[in-house]
Nanobody, 121 residues
Framework: QVQLVESGGGLVQAGGSLRLSCTAS????????MGWYRQAPGNQREFVAR???????NYADSVRGRFTISRDNAKNSVYLQMNSLKPEDTAVYYC???????????????WGQGTQVTVSS
């Protein structure tokens, strides 16, 4: 019913930048919150940033000041601009959306398949 597709990952040197994109498609009525999480090998998935429909933003302490989350409601898309990347930012980055379907009033959580970000020192 709903698919989240991420793009923009890759290999970058420390200090470089990448921009991740995620687009939701399917039987979507509205999207309340979109966000980014990441998971490094051997670690649990952790919160990176979120942006609700109001446009306010929240960031993990480890990325605040370096990463910027934004969204385009018309495109059901969320973006993550990552600057001043560090080797410890290396992880698979996942997009998450909390949304309503066109078939009813309940909200559901969906995840993308993930995109690899590798930062070399």
């Amino acid at each position: 019913q709903v698919q989240l597709v991420e793009s923009g990952g890759g290999l970058v040197q420390a200090g470089g930048s990448l921009r991740l994109s995620c687009t939701a498609s399917g039987s979507i009525d509205s999207i309340a919150t979109m966000g980014w999480y990441r998971q490094a090998p051997g670690n649990q998935r952790e919160f990176v940033a979120r942006i609700p429909s109001s446009g306010s933003t929240n960031y993990a302490d480890s990325v605040r000041g370096r990463f910027t989350i934004s969204r385009d409601n018309a495109k059901n898309s969320v973006y993550l601009q990552m600057n001043s990347l560090k080797p410890e930012d290396t992880a698979v980055y996942y997009c998450k959306a909390i949304l309503r379907l066109t078939c009813g009033p309940n909200s559901y959580q969906y995840w993308g398949q993930g995109t690899q970000v590798t930062v070399s020192s």
